[in-house]
Nanobody, 122 residues
Framework: QVQLVESGGGLVQAGGSLRLSCAAS????????MGWFRQAQGKERDFVVA????????IYSDSVRGRFTISRDNAKNTVYLQMNSLTPEDTAVYYC???????????????WGQGTQVTVSS
């Protein structure tokens, strides 16, 4: 059974930082592209960032480029999202996902975590 479990969300003031983690089990982790998406209340789920199987390649959305950094540890089956310079517009539920191709499209990902809430206060 595939499981993706996010952690690290919480409440932070604008300008602050958070580090999200997503631990994977039940799949050949290093064979999957990993992505982070987010969904603000009342809005669609949006792409944030994706990382290739080896970690050598990344794709960032324009809204987070330069502030967020994705990384992965294939020995620990974990992907991370370091979020700096947070703004209230970053408030959302953050989801990690595993897929076969690096993509901004959510339907290209096969497995999803349950999400972790990030709230940025002004």
């Amino acid at each position: 059974q595939v499981q993706l479990v996010e952690s690290g969300g919480g409440l932070v003031q604008a300008g602050g930082s958070l580090r999200l983690s997503c631990a994977a089990s039940g799949l050949s982790y290093s064979s999957y592209v990993m992505g982070w998406f987010r969904q603000a209340q009342g809005k669609e789920r949006d792409f944030v960032v994706a990382i290739s199987r080896s970690g050598a390649s990344t794709i960032y959305s324009d809204s987070v480029r330069g502030r967020f950094t994705i990384s992965r540890d294939n020995a620990k089956n974990t992907v991370y999202l370091q979020m700096n310079s947070l703004t209230p517009e970053d408030t959302a539920v953050y989801y990690c996902a595993a897929g076969n191709s690096p993509s901004r499209w959510s339907n290209m990902y096969n497995y999803w975590g349950q999400g972790t809430q990030v709230t940025v206060s002004s």
